[in-house]
């Protein structure tokens, strides 16, 4: 350290700061004393330090906390919620008596809002922006699965009620498109079923005519319905309803004959020929529907597979974030 | 830290940081509601701040907020070299504390800040600079030219008061 005129200052100003150490403090000490016309400049320095000053916060036992850390075990939380309540009308009626000029009817006010509400909405960790939030995506999920329910095409929605069921071929005159459209839109899915069923055997009976088969068949009325959901059924359909078709077991129960001149089975899959007796008349079966060991599919729907999955991944996401929400 | 030595802190610095932002800002309700701040931040976080800490955590968090007060207030400069205006003294303000106090408000936040923590608290330069947010050499050169300030307007004030 080496004290001179041009660097006294700086050095006499760590002093007073006390950023020195012990051997420099001294060395200053003893150049002061070497040269008196400093002890001046040191005396104007040191006049620039504060001295220490009394000065007391007025509200310290207000910043002062209980320890929670032994009373809070073995309560329970009624006892919490009592103890919290206790408390803040305790300190609300304080404050209440420290501000004047307050008048009644806003202290009142005040105090209807509790500690206790303010616990409850806490402890459930839901607000009302949040409340919002799974409202809204309830009534989301409700209206996109009612619309995916309801938008199932109708070819899809196959019912084979054929209990009693008897289809009269009295449109042997007609070819299928005049048959077609005198069936355009359909009200139920049994209509749709027998409008279905006159389409196929209209077909078949083209067939038979241009083939001049003459012969009385007896047609398999249920394999004669499977035929028909096969033909109705898209393309990734087709193989499940084959499938269907096989495990239905081709009962001969009670047979109905009904006049017709001939009788169905036009396409190539169909390995059953349909049967018409000698006197022209076309045999159907009737279904047992209370038999235990018959599977009668009742109706087919599809789910489009990417709108579900998206429905899902938004209410996933909702819940991730609800709860990362939560756990903040 | 522990319950008991959160209030071992505002027993033995409640009165520092309290000291600290009224000399800063001159207002004693403004400077109670930010020392109650400051130890409201260091019950909240009071298990992250170390005991040993706690004294630099409160009045690092105490300055931080008496910035904020001083820039929405708008009370004092900000600029470096605060302009020192030669007004009369009076008579009674003769004696050397009060012209020194006046002196130091007359200086900029920073440099007053220093100054304040310097004498009152004894921080080091290290410790002003982890409070305040500066270097060591910053510390030292604010410091520096504060007490030369301070020292050329006790000698301006001295002959007047005389």
């Known amino acids: ?328 | 830290m522990t319950d008991k030595a959160y209030n071992e802190c505002v027993d033995n610095f409640a009165d520092g940081v309290y000291r600290f932002i009224v000399k800063n800002i001159r207002h004693t309700e403004d400077a109670q509601d930010i020392v109650q701040s400051a130890f409201e931040k260091l019950w909240v976080n009071r298990a992250q701040v170390l005991p040993e800490k706690a004294k630099s955590y409160l009045f690092t968090v105490a300055y931080h907020q008496m910035i904020d007060h001083i820039r929405k207030s708008n009370k004092m400069p900000l600029s470096d070299e605060a302009s020192i205006p030669h007004q009369p003294v009076n008579q009674a303000q003769t004696e050397l504390k009060e012209l020194l106090m006046r002196a130091v408000n007359e200086l900029n936040p920073i440099q007053k800040s220093i100054v304040l923590l310097k004498d009152y608290e004894g921080y080091s330069y290290r410790e002003i600079g982890e409070i305040m947010n500066l270097s060591d050499s910053q510390v030292k050169v604010y410091l520096h030219r504060a007490r030369i300030i301070l020292k050329n307007k006790l000698s301006a004030y001295a002959p007047t008061a005389s």
């Open chain 1, 1 to 328: 350290m080496q004290l001179n005129e041009s660097t006294y200052e700086t050095i006499f100003l760590l002093y007073i700061d006390n950023e020195l150490s012990h051997k420099e403090r001294l060395e200053v000490e003893a150049f002061i004393a070497a040269h008196p016309g400093y002890a001046r400049e040191m005396e104007a320095l040191k006049a620039t330090v504060l001295s220490s000053e009394n000065l007391q916060y007025p509200f310290k036992g207000n910043l002062k906390q209980q320890s929670t850390e032994t009373s809070l075990e073995g309560m329970v939380e009624e006892d919490l919620v009592e103890d919290w309540d206790a408390t803040y009308a305790t300190i609300l009626k304080a404050d209440l008596e420290a501000i004047p000029g307050l008048s009644t009817s806003f202290k009142n006010s005040l105090k209807k809002a509790t500690a206790s509400e303010a616990i409850i909405v806490k402890s459930f960790g839901f607000n009302q922006q949040k409340f919002t939030y799974a409202a809204v995506a309830a009534c989301l999920m409700i209206f996109f699965g009612y619309q995916q329910l309801t938008k199932t095409p109708v070819s899809n929605s196959i019912a084979v009620n054929t209990t009693n069921l008897v289809v009269p071929n009295t449109n042997s005159n007609k070819t299928s498109d005049e048959i077609a459209s005198s069936n355009a839109s359909p009200k139920t899915k049994q209509e749709v079923i027998i409008k279905q069923q006159a389409i196929t055997q209209q077909q078949a009976i083209t067939k038979l005519q241009e083939s001049n088969a003459s012969k009385t068949q007896r047609i398999n009325v249920t394999q004669q319905e499977s035929i028909a959901m096969a033909e109705t059924t898209p393309n990734n359909s087709v193989l499940d309803n084959q499938a269907v078709m096989k495990e239905i077991p081709r009962t001969y129960n009670n047979p109905i004959t009904i006049n017709a001149t001939s009788l169905p089975v036009s396409t190539a899959n169909i390995d059953a020929e349909p049967i018409v007796d000698e006197k022209g008349l076309t045999t159907y079966e009737v279904i047992d529907t209370e038999d235990p060991n018959r599977t009668i599919y009742i109706a087919n729907f599809e789910i489009d597979g990417n709108k579900f999955r998206g429905i899902t991944r938004r209410v996933s996401a909702f819940l991730k974030r609800n709860k990362s929400d939560k756990e903040k």
